[in-house]
């Protein structure tokens, strides 16, 4: 992701490189390969490590888990065991908290995972309820029988939410995806989008050419001259017309049609003429 924000000359004043101390090589090679062209470019880099060294936490640090007990050290950090994830971001808070733009390279079902992660706990899901039907029939008596019809019925509705639900998440799927591939078909190409004015109150055209598309806080947005704009802010591709003002236009009669010249008083009735004056 550095290369490519490198390569399209994207906006950049730091780059903050966390340094577990037991990456791969080919992560030190890069970080020694862009470092002189950070400095080139005036770029600043800030290399932050842990606390504690990594094999420490891994092998050595006293732990006494309710699953295994007492033990020394966390183990490899992978799969399900994250702490070295903890490690990263207690280092990284705090650093950078002032910047415009953050730059954060994803992996490609990071928001699927937050999604599932942030999803609330206190909703039964489809499994639960099979669960709960299940476990009735399992618990009932001959005087007290469960209620067949009523499981169908809530049956049948769960699985038509789950449907509806599915269905919902495509669809938000799909517009994304289309949303994203309109944003990328805009690069090098020349767009004018609006942007809001402070002081009038109103959208002023700005033309451009489109350097590159991306997300930040979970919009499409793209760049004109090492600026972000909202993808939503897209006026027209290409370069609008010149606004043209009407023509004003004169209520007031100017005189140039058929007549004798005279005023005729609006507020007077007009004569009628008299039938025994014709000869």
């Not at 618990?139 to 499981?151: E, K, L």
């Amino acid at each position: 992701m550095l290369l490519l924000l490198l390569e399209k000359r994207m906006p950049l004043d730091e780059v903050i490189f966390y340094n577990s101390e037991m990456e791969f090589q080919a992560i030190y090679d890069i970080r020694d390969r862009v470092k002189p062209i950070l400095e080139q470019r005036g770029i600043r880099f800030t290399e932050v490590k842990p606390g504690v060294p990594f094999l420490y936490d891994m092998l050595e640090r006293p732990v006494n888990s309710k699953k295994n007990g007492f033990h020394l050290g966390y183990g490899w950090c992978g799969g399900p065991c994250r702490w070295g994830t903890k490690l990263k971001t207690n280092a990284l808070d705090g650093i950078a908290t002032d910047a415009e733009i953050h730059y954060v390279g994803i992996a490609a079902d990071e928001q699927e995972r937050l999604e599932k992660e942030q999803k609330d706990k206190s909703t039964l899901s489809f499994t639960d309820m099979l669960g709960l039907m299940v476990a009735q029939f399992q618990n009932q008596t001959i005087d007290n029988t469960a209620d067949t019809s009523d499981m169908m019925n809530q049956l049948t509705q769960m699985t038509s939410i789950q449907a509806m639900t599915g269905m919902t998440a495509s669809m938000e799927s799909l517009v994304k995806s289309n949303t994203l591939s309109y944003g990328a078909s805009l690069v090098n190409k020349e767009v004018t989008i609006g942007v809001y004015n402070e002081k009038t109150k109103e959208y002023d055209e700005l033309y451009g050419k489109v350097e590159a598309m991306g997300m930040y806080n979970g919009e499409p947005v793209i760049f004109i001259e090492g600026k972000s704009y909202p993808l939503s802010n897209v006026m027209a591709v290409g370069k609008l017309p010149e606004k043209v003002d009407p023509p004003e236009t004169d209520d007031k009669e100017d005189g140039d049609g058929e007549g004798n010249g005279e005023v005729t008083d609006p507020d007077k009735t007009p004569e009628v003429p008299d039938e025994d004056a014709k000869g």
